[in-house]
């Protein structure tokens, strides 16, 4: 900000998160070489992500920041797993909570299923104390945004299905062309990762399902714009 250099932002967030999607592949395939180069490629060769990394939007830091937390949680037994939450407090307060939110809730439920107890209450008391914090930072500096004066955005709009028609053919046609190919046959695929694959399907619904329950559009945006952070998922 200093340097003038605020345009740099987003381009740099973006070239850190095709190196943490390399990242995370190789945590899940680390005998599979190709593997890491091929998911780092089809998230670059994404219009929707490249047109996006050059705009002043939040959304590549919010996809940074969730590959960044995917990362961490991915390797629980190092040390660096428990960072996971703290960086997911910094997601949540970014922009706008529900884009972390729904990024991470099936990871968080998989915990629960696996009866980790001893992570469950770190990281709830992590997220429960950061979010203390933001309402209370919100509290003092918008407090418009606490106390609800302007009309709620949920609901469904008569154009709401017609419109989130239209932001997944949005979403498909943005992305790097053999995704639509994979996508399935890596939803159906079996093996050892078969649970995290579950969860990342699910991380992908939650964020596009939740918007249609949201009344405005994404205004301006390059493929759909609210997906963005789970584009990692996907």
């Not at 190789?26 to 070489?33: A, I, S, T």
């Not at 980790?116 to 997220?127: D, G, K």
Request: charged letters at 10%.
């Amino acid at each position: 900000d200093l340097a003038g250099l605020q345009w740099l932002t987003n381009p740099v967030l973006a070239a850190w998160s095709v190196a943490l999607m390399a990242a995370v592949t190789r945590q899940l395939w680390p005998e599979d070489k190709w593997k890491p180069v091929l998911a780092a490629a089809l998230l670059a060769a994404s219009s929707q992500f490249l047109l996006t990394s050059m705009t002043a939007y939040a959304m590549p830091a919010h996809l940074c920041l969730n590959l960044l937390w995917l990362w961490l949680f991915l390797a629980p037994q190092k040390r660096r797993f428990w960072l996971a939450p703290f960086v997911g407090v910094a997601a949540l307060g970014l922009h706008q909570p529900f884009f972390h939110a729904l990024f991470v809730l099936p990871f968080l439920a998989r915990l629960v299923w696996d009866k980790r107890w001893q992570t469950i209450l770190f990281f709830a008391f992590v997220y429960l104390l950061g979010i203390a914090i933001w309402l209370c930072w919100w509290h003092h500096f918008l407090p418009e945004f606490i106390g609800g004066s302007s009309p709620s955005a949920f609901g469904v709009h008569r154009l709401t299905w017609l419109i989130q028609s239209i932001y997944l053919l949005l979403l498909l046609s943005w992305l790097a062309l053999p995704v639509l190919i994979l996508v399935p046959l890596g939803c159906c695929a079996p093996g050892v990762q078969s649970s995290f694959v579950r969860c990342a399907a699910a991380s992908c619904l939650l964020t596009f399902g939740f918007y249609v329950f949201v009344r405005m559009d994404q205004s301006h945006g390059w493929g759909d714009r609210y997906f963005h952070g789970a584009l990692g998922c996907l």
